[in-house]
């Protein structure tokens, strides 16, 4: 129970269903202050005191679980050294993977418990062989599937997703007709444990001597120097905005990222058709099910609110995996996440290692 109005209406929905639901915080910061607060978080003291009180109007127990030390290490750690290799992570997959059906899920099976149930919206049913399949949401606008996509069958085989059937309106509504407090508490946004949103301020000031690079220039594709930038760790690929670029573009149109060397401490801006990718390597892959045999085509969702796109995976190896993008994707970066779907069904997910730019005409 994250303290918010999702995690709520869950355990409700799971207590009505006839579960014996005991409702679990998860302190997460070794500094809760550090962390976000008020309405934009979802680690905070504020929070922990607004699950407790929503366990209460339920009627289930209610447990704080300190795993801060785990998160920091499989979730913060992680966060700082793939921005400081110049790549783009999602730190909700990891926390998902690492946390919330890894760790979590360990300790409540070794309590006896049956599942962990969220508030992700998304939807599990059973196919005919008796696997789990995870599935969309209903509400298209709050599907959670691409933050799930990194589950596999044995931790989807003990999860409930009591949301997944309703749109999010109906869940406020819900919420307030069962008496909970936060009905109309705010969704947080943005990273929890980068306190202000200042993504790039948080990791100069975590990373220190580790940081590469601390300074170095902003080229265009020619190699003309345009601007320097603080630390390349600042940047990811598709990057609009901040440049501060002393020269503008010939054509007056805006420059957008296209590369990160942390190496050199060289970034490369170009045009935005410069971004377009129809091709990408994964690694790392994980299976909700059956590992694909051949060639799957179905879609591919690169960001956790981005489009889709159709795609052609194939499966090289058990560690690697090639996708053909029929549908351009751009700004895309290694590190992301690449969620693979059958219809509404997710296959698995990988972690982009490389793209392939699309050849311009």
Not at 28 to 37: C, E, G, H, T
Not at 156 to 178: I, M, N, W
Not at 324 to 330: K, N, V, W
Request: a negative charge; glycine letters at 10%.
């Amino acid at each position: 129970m994250s303290g918010g109005v999702d995690s709520a209406v869950a355990a409700a929905r799971a207590k009505e269903a006839g579960h014996d639901v005991t409702g679990v915080h998860l302190a997460l910061s070794r500094n809760p202050a550090s962390y976000r607060s008020g309405a934009r978080g979802c680690c905070t003291i504020e929070d922990s005191n607004d699950a407790r009180r929503a366990a209460d109007v339920i009627g289930i127990p209610f447990y704080v679980w300190d795993l801060s030390d785990r998160f920091h290490e499989d979730v913060v750690e992680d966060f700082m050294s793939e921005y400081a290799e110049g790549r783009t992570p999602n730190p909700c997959l990891r926390c998902n993977e690492k946390i919330k059906f890894a760790a979590v899920l360990d300790r409540a099976l070794a309590l006896g418990f049956d599942a962990v149930a969220t508030g992700h919206y998304a939807t599990l049913r059973e196919d005919a062989d008796g696997l789990v399949e995870l599935h969309r949401a209903v509400d298209g606008g709050k599907d959670q599937s691409y933050v799930l996509g990194v589950l596999d069958q044995d931790q989807l085989r003990h999860s409930l997703f009591p949301l997944g059937d309703t749109p999010k309106p109906q869940v406020r509504e819900e919420a307030a007709r069962r008496g909970l407090l936060v009905a109309d508490k705010p969704d947080s946004h943005d990273i929890c444990f980068v306190a202000d949103g200042d993504n790039a301020g948080w990791l100069r000031e975590k990373l220190g001597d580790r940081a590469p690079n601390e300074s170095g220039p902003i080229v265009d594709e020619s190699g003309e120097v345009l601007g320097e930038h603080q630390g390349t760790y600042a940047y990811t690929i598709g990057q609009r905005k901040g440049l501060r670029l002393g020269k503008p573009a010939p054509d007056g149109k805006p420059r957008f990222v296209l590369d990160i060397e942390p190496v050199s401490g060289i970034v490369t801006v170009g045009p935005r058709e410069h971004l377009a990718v129809d091709g990408l390597s994964g690694i790392r892959p994980r299976w909700a099910g059956r590992v694909p045999e051949g060639t799957l085509e179905g879609t591919v969702q690169l960001r956790a609110h981005g489009d889709e796109h159709r795609a052609r995976v194939n499966v090289v190896s058990t560690t690697e995996v090639e996708i053909e993008l029929l549908d351009p994707a751009y700004g895309i970066a290694p590190g992301q996440a690449a969620v693979i779907y059958d219809g509404t069904r997710v296959v698995g997910s990988v972690t982009i290692a490389t793209t392939r730019r699309m050849a311009l005409a």
